[in-house]
């Protein structure tokens, strides 16, 4: 019922009021003493906890965070550092690049790190961490201890973890680079016996991260492919351009998703930004799918969009055409007028 009564925001408030509670009945004592706990911290109002949080969440400075985690006492800082690390992600845009501020930010890190071990925190809140923990890369080099700590504390419930938490986790990994075959392991096994549970924007993100690991038997690749083809009114360009991408870096050859996949290029030829078109063209020519009308289309675009191509873009364009050994020469006049132009930026 105390619950009920504090928890009207929990969606609206991306879950931090579950976090909050989720801290407190972690910490090793009764659930009457959590929820007094609890009470006490968020001021012994049902709705005053949401009125704290709201306050933390409009903070739009990453410096005011960091000045009053310097300011307060440890309990303070035990208490807010995984909300902190969220919060911090949301602003990753706005960071200061200031050696204090990384500082800063590595003991905030630490902190929600050793918080995370053995704390059975709700797995959502995880996902929040991780997705932090990658928003924030480049900032901090002790991000992987608060990534591994999610990631053990995923697995030992990864029969609860929702699909899009096993996503995140995957992609969290991928994009810090750690190598972590156990966990890679147990998450591709929990993910191959329920694909239909993923959204057209976790598939995506599943096969990108394990192309990027260079992890993933063929037959989990190829379900994954299948499964995307069959959600494809879910997917965006991007998506089945990082799909395509995937199939092509993990060389595990073609399949009937990959036809299906083809057909939503070609009928979305002219939504193509340069990147997305040059990393099809690339990935098709890769794994030897000539789809003639999808190369006619997306030359078609390539040439009325050239401008907007950079030297790497225009470079892939080229290499599939010839892969393939497909010719467009309104194509090739464009590319090599726009080459020209921009031949300084070469590498």
């Not at 083809?262 to 340069?274: I, T």
Request: charged share 20%; glycine share 6%; hydrophobic share 40%.
């Amino acid at each position: 019922r105390s619950l009920a009564r504090v928890g009207g925001g929990v969606q609206e408030q991306s879950g931090s009021t579950l976090l909050y509670f989720s801290y407190f009945s972690s910490s090793r004592c009764t659930f009457p003493e959590a929820l007094h706990r609890f009470h006490s911290f968020s001021g012994g109002g049902g709705g005053s906890v949401n009125t704290r949080t709201d306050k933390f969440r409009s903070v739009r400075d990453p410096e005011e965070i960091f000045h009053e985690f310097r300011d307060q006492d440890d309990k303070w800082r035990r208490e807010h550092a995984l909300f902190c690390v969220i919060r911090l992600g949301d602003l990753s845009a706005k960071f200061p690049r200031s050696s204090e501020s990384h500082a800063m930010l590595s003991e905030i890190v630490a902190l929600a790190a050793r918080l995370v071990w053995g704390r059975s925190l709700p797995l959502h809140v995880l996902a929040k961490l991780m997705h932090s923990v990658v928003s924030l890369k480049g900032f901090c080099k002790d991000l992987h201890k608060l990534l591994d700590a999610c990631t053990s504390e995923l697995c030992s419930r990864i029969a609860q973890a929702r699909a899009s938490d096993l996503a995140m986790n995957l992609w969290a990994l991928a994009r810090l680079n750690r190598e972590d075959p156990q966990s890679i392991r147990a998450i591709h096994r929990a993910a191959h016996g329920r694909l239909r549970q993923f959204s057209g924007r976790d598939l995506p993100k599943m096969l990108w991260a394990c192309a990027s690991l260079q992890s993933g038997e063929e037959s989990f690749v190829r379900a994954i492919v299948d499964e995307a083809a069959s959600k494809k009114d879910a997917l965006t360009m991007t998506g089945i351009s990082n799909i395509l991408w995937a199939v092509a870096t993990l060389r595990t050859g073609t399949s009937p998703g990959l036809q299906v996949l083809a057909d939503c290029v070609l009928q979305n030829a002219g939504s193509f930004k340069p990147q997305t078109l040059s990393n099809v063209l690339w990935a098709l020519a890769r794994i030897e799918l000539s789809h003639g009308p999808v190369f006619s289309s997306l030359a078609e675009t390539a040439t009325r969009n050239i401008f907007e191509f950079s030297p790497q873009n225009m470079s892939n364009v080229a290499w599939a055409f010839a892969t393939c050994g497909m010719h467009d020469q309104l194509l090739v006049d464009a590319i090599q007028d726009e080459a020209t132009r921009k031949i300084c930026h070469f590498k």
